[in-house]
């Protein structure tokens, strides 16, 4: 199985930015990032293929943005503009393997 570590994750003031990294143990087709707020599902907000082909939510389109090196197993989430409604754990999924999760708290 690929193991997933994600990071990057902390305390962020509204506006600020964070960059999310998740490292595979090796290659990876497909990688998806999700969140999850408190109290809430868990859901999927941006999505990047072997092909560096890359899909958003609607929430997150002209605010993040994913990317890959794949020579480093390592897939990246940018996140700037955060907004406290951005508070959540982060997970990457790769394969049939989930990460663990690194939490984001935006807050003033």
């Known amino acids: 199985q690929v193991q997933l570590v994600e990071s990057g994750g902390g305390l962020v003031q509204p506006g600020g930015s964070l960059r999310l990294s998740c490292v595979a143990s090796?290659?990876?087709?497909?990688v998806g990032w999700y969140r999850q707020a408190p109290g809430k599902e868990r859901e999927l907000i941006a999505t990047?293929?072997?092909?560096?082909?890359?899909s958003y939510i609607d929430d997150v389109k002209d605010r993040f943005a994913v990317s890959r090196d794949d020579a480093k197993h390592t897939t990246y989430l940018q996140m700037n503009v955060l907004e406290p409604e951005g508070t959540a754990v982060y997970y990457c999924q790769a394969n049939s393997t989930w990460g663990r999760g690194t939490q984001v708290t935006v807050s003033s």
């Open positions: 090796g290659d990876v087709f497909f």
């Open positions: 990047i293929n072997a092909w560096h082909r890359k």
